[in-house]
């Protein structure tokens, strides 16, 4: 255990340290990170159960020891970035301006990520040397570090070191604690240290509430809202005493989907939940009239089962209550048209009865063929019109920006409207707020570099000269990667009514639709009329 542990003290060590010009002190070039990495392809698996789980320890060490020295090399790069702005004069303020969006991603993470990452690298490398060599020598790994950190935020820089040295982490006085001793343990030492700067903590928290919406597993999503403790209490309170009362009357639902069908509906005002909202739902045309198995896609949710996608739109039942559609089927109106389409509630009937049909619009979008880029729209617009706003909505589903999928907040031009940059969907992009701020920090460009056949492609470099590359995300029906392009001019999307269904290029771009089979068939059997004619005069 001992030589495992020591084996990987030395490559972390070298893991850790980047090429740089000059020599050390004995006249050997400085270890650089290709150095770790070679020595890291070179283990091989232990003989025995023994030597594979020394090997295990040891790796995980390493792989603490690597955050230390990304935390080290983060906090470093952020005093050179405000260096070299303050030298070019840029206010104080504005200094370290897109750092944290630099350091995202060189770590292949989001922008929002960033932020917390180059945060936690400056508090450990400023202010809590003891947590961060509990982190360099493998007692602590990134997370439970990173709860260190948190949990001190609100502290001082003197309090914040006397908590660090209180804990004292590298003396393994955390070793075989889990997440919440280790939290229970700081935040008992941070009240020590400051109890009022711990509870006005507490009170700024309420201007934190928010609800938000992420996607889980089988076309489900987890909405969550985080409020104060007392209203969290009274809301579940209130929704498990409907539940309890709905339950004894025989209700053969489970506990937990009456809750959540009650939340649905006091939110919303209708059963169904929905209440004249569009959905835009992306799918191929053969997938909607067809029976295709190809995936649809869900504009903020991600990707959805074709059966699905087909029963939201045709209104088919799916359990006891569809979401948004009447069992009956909804009403087609408008196929084809570009304008906005939205769904409409619909009005009482004769009988006074609800209407259960929602209107369901139908947009047709084209794709190039195999590539499934959506085709450019123009304008010479200061601003993307709702036409163009829409489009790259669909085309792009979320940022942008590598290794961000945040939802699309700004509609942005690529190259600035003010720097000539024309309004079009390819000189357009979906971005975040905070990656489109980020993108007008100097030294950041961005450039449009779609090729004939390709979709849409954005190359995005940073001040220090590195450059990235973002490819708008294939639509549903779009051919894999290395498949031959079809002969195809154009491919045919669907859009539909409240939802829109796209109906990108793989294979021909109508073949096997009922009409134009019939079609093709009416002109065959007329040729064969005429050609029976001919013969007839012949003879």
């Known amino acids: 255990m001992e ?16 090429a740089a010009a000059g020599l050390e002190a004995g006249g050997l070039a400085r270890p650089c990170v290709a150095d770790a990495f070679r020595a890291l392809a070179a283990v091989r698996p232990a003989v025995g159960g023994p030597g594979m789980i020394d090997q295990l320890r ?85 997370w439970r570090a990173t709860l260190i950190v948190k949990e001190t935020a609100c502290l001082s820089a003197a309090d914040r070191c006397a908590v660090d040295e209180e804990i004292a982490a590298d003396t393994g006085a955390l ?47 987890y909405m969550t809202a985080l409020l104060p403790v007392s209203q969290g209490v009274a809301a579940y309170a209130a929704l498990t005493h409907h539940a309890d009362t709905v339950k004894s009357a025989g209700d053969a639902r489970s506990r937990g989907a009456i809750m959540a069908d009650e939340l649905v509906e006091r939110v919303t005002g209708t059963p169904a939940g929905i209440s004249g909202i569009e959905v835009q739902l992306v799918m191929t045309d053969r997938t909607l009239l067809q029976g295709d198995s190809e995936p649809a896609r869900l504009t903020g949710y991600g990707t959805v089962p074709a059966h699905w996608a087909r029963k939201t739109v045709l209104g088919a039942a799916a359990g006891s209550k569809l979401a ?50 959506l085709l450019a729209m123009d304008s010479k617009a200061r601003l993307f019109p709702p036409g163009i706003r829409r489009f790259l909505q669909i085309r792009d589903n979320t940022c942008r920006t590598p290794y961000c999928d945040a939802p699309i907040r700004h509609h ?56 990235y590359h973002s490819t708008a995300p294939p639509l549903p029906g779009t051919a894999p990667a290395n498949t031959p392009p079809t002969d195809t001019a154009l491919a045919h999307t669907a859009t539909v009514g409240t939802q829109v269904s796209a109906r990108p290029a793989s294979g021909p771009a109508l073949d096997g639709l009922p009409w134009r089979h019939r079609r093709k068939h009416r002109r065959r059997a007329k040729a064969a009329r005429l050609a029976r004619h001919g013969q007839s005069l012949t003879a």
């Open 175 to 221: 070793v075989g604690a889990g997440d919440r001793a280790i939290t229970a343990a700081v935040r008992a030492a941070a009240y020590r240290r400051d109890p009022h700067s711990v509870a006005k903590r507490a009170s700024r928290a309420v201007t934190d509430r928010c609800v938000s919406l992420r996607p889980a597993p089988d076309t489900m999503t």
């Open 3 to 18: 030589a495992a542990t020591t084996a990987a003290t030395g490559l972390a060590a070298k893991a850790g340290l980047e």
């Open 58 to 142: 040891g790796l995980e060490d390493l792989k603490s020891a690597a955050a230390a020295k990304q935390a080290e090399i983060a906090a470093a790069f952020d005093l050179t970035r405000r260096r070299e702005q303050a030298a070019a004069g840029v206010p104080a303020a504005e200094q370290g301006t897109g750092v944290a969006a630099e350091i995202a991603l060189a770590r292949r993470e989001p922008p929002a990520r960033g932020a917390r990452l180059l945060g936690l690298a400056k508090a450990l490398a400023t202010e809590m040397p003891r947590t961060l060599a509990a982190l360099r020598s493998g007692q602590l790994n990134e």
């Open 412 to 467: 942005d031009h690529i190259i600035p409207w003010h720097q000539d940059g024309p309004t079009t969907s390819t000189n357009g992009q979906g971005l975040c707020e905070t990656c489109n701020h980020t993108k007008e920090t100097p030294g950041w460009t961005a450039t449009p570099t779609t090729k004939p056949g390709q979709r849409h492609t954005v190359e995005l470099q940073t001040p220090t000269g590195h450059t």
């Open 324 to 373: 948004g559609l009447g069992a009956a089927g909804p009403r087609f109106t408008g196929a084809g048209s570009l304008a906005s389409g939205s769904a409409r509630p619909a009005t009482k009937t004769a009988s006074g009865a609800d209407d259960a049909q929602y209107r369901v619009w139908l947009r047709r979008l084209y794709t190039t063929p195999g590539a499934g880029d």
